[in-house]
């Protein structure tokens, strides 16, 4: 009888009523709604007519369909797909090695037999406190590193983020039984192949998690390409769209470097807003299909990874 009580009582503790789950679906779909509403507005303004755009604003079916802005963006194709080439090289390697750094740096913090482990992760909690600022860390990469202007110093300085660190390292010692490491010690396994062979394989939620996150730090980065390449360097996608952005605005604010274009090509039309627009989508790119492949790893690891610090 003791028994059926307590397993009643958690049974009542844990249940969510009709209602309750009801305002809770409620509550989402709207949310929802408001994240995919507004992606769905600038798709349909960016296959828009310039001209009705102006006239009538923004509408979620365009008035009069046009691929003009689509054709501004890709009049120069071939630096499109560099960039687009650049930004997946840099999110892939980018991603896989600031994965394994950091697991790597996760595993012996999580390890109560390291007998520095509170130094080190001291270490990477400091960073999160209080950084070097903008003009340091330009230098070490300009001057130090010697590394501007190459695809490295693009990946370089998303390697390590000390957040996710510590996501890690408590994944690790929440869901990662001691035992297990002892027992695989005790059938001769070293600690890299105990971490290769049987941490990581059970790290998946939180590794998904992780690496998506990092994936979209990588995806959606343009600072780095202002601050470290030049003209003729390798841009990412990003950055090539604030470019494209700002001389959009250059043209429309410069009547005269506007006339000077439309003598040389009477043809020629900058479709602003709609030009806007379309580099929204041009810039979301491959990255919108990565989350449902990663999506029931993804509330699992940051939320085991987030109870405890």
Not at 54 to 73: A, D, I, Q
Not at 177 to 193: C, F, H, K, Q, T
Request: with cysteine; glycine share 6%.
């Amino acid at each position: 009888m003791a028994t059926a009580a307590v397993n009643k009582k958690k049974f009542d503790v844990n249940r969510i009523s009709g209602g309750a789950n009801f305002a809770i679906n409620v509550f989402f779909w709207i949310y929802s709604a408001l994240c995919i509403i507004p992606l769905l507005l600038v798709i349909s303004v960016s296959f828009s007519d310039e001209t009705s755009v102006l006239v009538g604003g923004y509408r979620f079916w365009p008035e009069k369909w046009s691929l003009e802005s689509y054709k501004f963006l890709v009049s120069d194709y071939m630096v499109i797909v560099k960039s687009y080439g650049i930004s997946i090289f840099v999110t892939v390697v980018g991603t896989i090695a600031a994965m394994l750094i950091m697991t790597l740096y996760a595993y012996p913090i999580s390890r109560r037999d390291f007998k520095h482990r509170n130094l080190f992760a001291f270490i990477m909690f400091f960073t999160i406190l209080f950084n070097s600022g903008l003009v340091p860390f330009y230098l070490v990469y300009k001057q130090g590193l010697h590394v501007d202007d190459t695809l490295f110093v693009l990946m370089f300085p998303l390697f390590v983020q000390a957040f996710f660190v510590f996501v890690i390292r408590t994944f690790f010692q929440n869901q990662i039984p001691p035992e297990l490491l002892e027992s695989a010690r005790m059938d001769g396994a070293g600690e890299l192949r105990t971490f290769f062979q049987i941490v990581l394989p059970l790290s998946l939620p939180v590794l998904a998690s992780v690496g998506l996150l990092c994936t979209l730090n990588y995806w959606n980065d343009w600072f780095l390409s202002l601050l470290f390449i030049s003209d003729d360097g390798p841009v990412s996608i990003q950055f090539r769209m604030y470019k494209t952005l700002l001389d959009i605005q250059y043209l429309s604010s410069n009547t005269q470097a506007y006339s000077a274009i439309m003598q040389a090509n009477p043809n020629f039309k900058v479709p602003s807003e709609t030009a806007r627009m379309a580099m929204g989508v041009v810039g979301i790119g491959p990255i919108i299909f990565v989350y449902p492949f990663l999506q029931r790893y993804f509330v699992a690891g940051l939320t085991v990874g987030a109870v405890k610090g």
